[in-house]
């Protein structure tokens, strides 16, 4: 899920964009995750040429990812060098915390504004001295927001990041974006063509390469709540299966004094569904503890921090969602024992026990 | 409620054999009558009981009552009968163990849809006639063996049925207990003119009773 919410967020950070990277480089939505430089002037100089290019805007994006990192549970950060002047073309109009700071006021400051998750994890704020790769960096703002990739984001000038990543005179990502009235499709294919070394991805094709991971993540998605599910239902149903037959006597004892057919069943079911929900309440609490707990301990973010966020971390929505969910399983699971309970005769049950 | 057997008879498999419990049964119960039905362990008579209290269907032969042929009646309408007309009183006592023994009483009650506070009041008196006015909120596990058959009375005199079906009620009771009881059924069946039919072993229930059949390898005869 985590993975997911980051790779559909990277499309709508660069929407109408053409994201151009070197054709060696493994991309996921708009950002090289993997390999791939370009030689920045020069490609930029060929860009700017192609008719239908109205700005480039060249930019180094630092992943940790490997694919064996895609499995991690510890949150990963990004780092992007970004010239100072195209901040918003990925920052959009996301203010920084309390107003408080400011952007990286040129390219060679050493100053760096951070995403909140990053900031929370590292006990940072605006004024504190970090050290990335030996140079000292003054965070000058943290980011206000709520997208998953910039909260794992720490964003420096271009020249700074290309000095600390050993990017001098390269970057990994060019963005383009094409005058009016010029095809995303069609500008790509011509940059393409005017340098064989890039691809120049459009904002369809972007979408078009990450479906099948999508894809693969929802399948997976799906494997995962269906063993859940059937495991649930599975236990509910034996649970109930064998609280049911060690009361025989009792649902037996009900059919003799005349009870409806309806009454054992709805009381059998009206059991499994108090049990959804007193399950359901206390698995919500105690699975957002343990999931909270394990999230500090992974990070290193004191448990307090969460609190004030809990619901942005686990929508009361979500909680909803999972509550009916055992509500409906437990209710299910229940229907098989209920109809057992309905078939209790008094005569069989007192013959077997004889 | 006038209670007749014809040509009774119930085959279960155990195992691989099949057992006869009833074999051919003739029996006639008149309306506000007081019968034994006595017969040692495993002689038919619970089964027996069970058919006549359509807890169970025949193998073969019908149940009438008041001269309906109850055997072709359908599970709905045969439940009603019993929550409506009919009373049970088990040799276990067979109280559900969660509800305290008002709640037990109220339990058919409720089930016939009888209003709530009706329920209540109707509880309460039929304990506190039965000398239990002050065990109304105690659980089966806190009364006593005979208490708890008390109770299983109470709940069996619920909705005022007309006829009680016990089955061996003194099974499980000490002599004095058991003879409490059976005045019990004995004043049910004498105040309020209900038909009373026990099963039972027990040779001191069976002189207190106005008809006594005898029952082995599920053959009835009538004794007295």
Redo the contacts between chains.
């Keep these: 899920m985590r993975y997911t919410t980051v790779i559909k967020e990277m499309n709508v950070l660069f929407s109408g964009q053409i994201m151009v990277v070197s054709n060696d480089s493994i991309v996921i939505q708009a950002f090289p995750i993997y390999g791939g430089r370009l030689a920045q002037n020069h490609t930029e100089n060929i860009l700017q040429n192609i008719a239908g290019v109205e700005e480039t805007v060249p930019m180094v994006f630092i992943s940790p990812l490997g694919f064996e990192d895609l499995l991690n549970l510890v949150p990963v950060n990004f780092t992007m060098g970004i010239p100072v002047e195209h901040w918003r073309l990925i920052l959009g109009p996301t203010p920084l915390k309390n107003n408080a700071g400011h952007f990286p006021s040129n390219e060679t400051s050493n100053e760096v504004v951070v995403g909140p998750s990053v900031a929370d994890q590292y006990n940072w704020t605006v004024g504190t001295k970090i050290v990335v790769r030996g140079r000292e960096l003054e965070v000058t703002g943290i980011l206000d927001t709520k997208l998953a990739l910039l909260n794992r984001c720490v964003f420096m000038p271009l020249t700074i990041a290309q000095e600390l990543f050993n990017y001098r005179g390269s970057t990994n990502l060019i963005t383009v974006k094409p005058a009016q009235g010029y095809s995303q499709k069609n500008l790509a294919d011509t940059i393409e063509s005017q340098i064989p070394s890039v691809k120049a991805l459009t904002e369809d094709e972007r979408n078009d390469m990450i479906q099948p991971i999508l894809a693969q993540v929802e399948t997976w998605n799906i494997g995962i709540q269906t063993v859940i599910f059937l495991m649930s239902l599975i236990l509910v149903m034996t649970v109930t299966i064998m609280s049911v037959s060690e009361r025989r006597r009792d649902f037996a004892t009900l059919d003799a004094i005349g009870a409806p057919l309806t009454y054992v069943f709805r009381v059998v079911i009206f059991e499994t569904s108090l049990i959804g929900v007193l399950g359901g309440i206390l698995g919500i609490l105690f699975g957002s503890l343990v999931a909270l707990v394990l999230a500090s301990l992974y990070t290193n973010i004191p448990l307090a921090m969460f609190f004030p966020t809990f619901y942005e971390i686990i929508p009361p929505f979500y909680m909803f969602e999972i509550f009916l969910a055992v509500v409906f399983v437990c209710c299910l699971g229940g229907i098989i024992p209920a109809i057992n309970a309905t078939r209790m005769r008094i005569a069989e049950v007192l013959r077997a026990e004889y | 409620m006038r209670v007749k057997a014809e040509n009774l008879t119930k085959v279960?498999r155990l195992g691989s054999s099949l057992i006869t419990a009833v074999d051919d049964v003739n029996l006639e119960v008149n309306e506000g009558a007081l019968v034994a039905v006595v017969g040692r362990?495993g002689s038919g008579k619970?089964?027996l009981l069970?058919l006549i209290?359509l807890?169970?269907n025949p193998t073969s032969g019908n149940v009438f009552v008041d001269d309906v042929n109850v055997s072709s009646l359908s599970?709905?309408e045969r439940?009603?009968?019993?929550?409506?007309r009919?009373g049970?009183v088990?040799q276990?006592f067979?109280l559900?163990?969660t509800l305290s023994a008002v709640e037990n009483v109220e339990?058919?009650m409720a089930?016939?849809n009888a209003p709530r506070k009706e329920q209540r009041e109707k509880a309460v008196r039929l304990l506190e006639t039965i000398g239990l006015g002050g065990r109304l909120s105690h659980r089966p596990k806190e009364l006593s063996m005979g208490e708890m058959q008390r109770v299983a009375i109470a709940?069996a005199l619920a909705n005022d049925p007309e006829v009680i079906i016990a089955d061996e009620p003194t099974g499980e009771l000490d002599s004095k207990t058991a003879e409490e009881t059976v005045s019990l059924l004995s004043d049910i069946n004498r105040k309020d003119r209900k038909t009373v039919i026990v099963a039972t072993h027990d040779e001191k229930i069976v002189k207190l009773m106005d008809i006594v059949y005898t029952i082995q390898d599920g053959k009835l005869r009538l004794e007295s």
């Design positions: 279960y362990s619970s089964t069970n209290g807890n169970d599970g709905r439940r009603r009968m019993r929550l409506h009919m049970f088990f276990t067979n559900l163990p339990l058919p089930l016939a709940r």
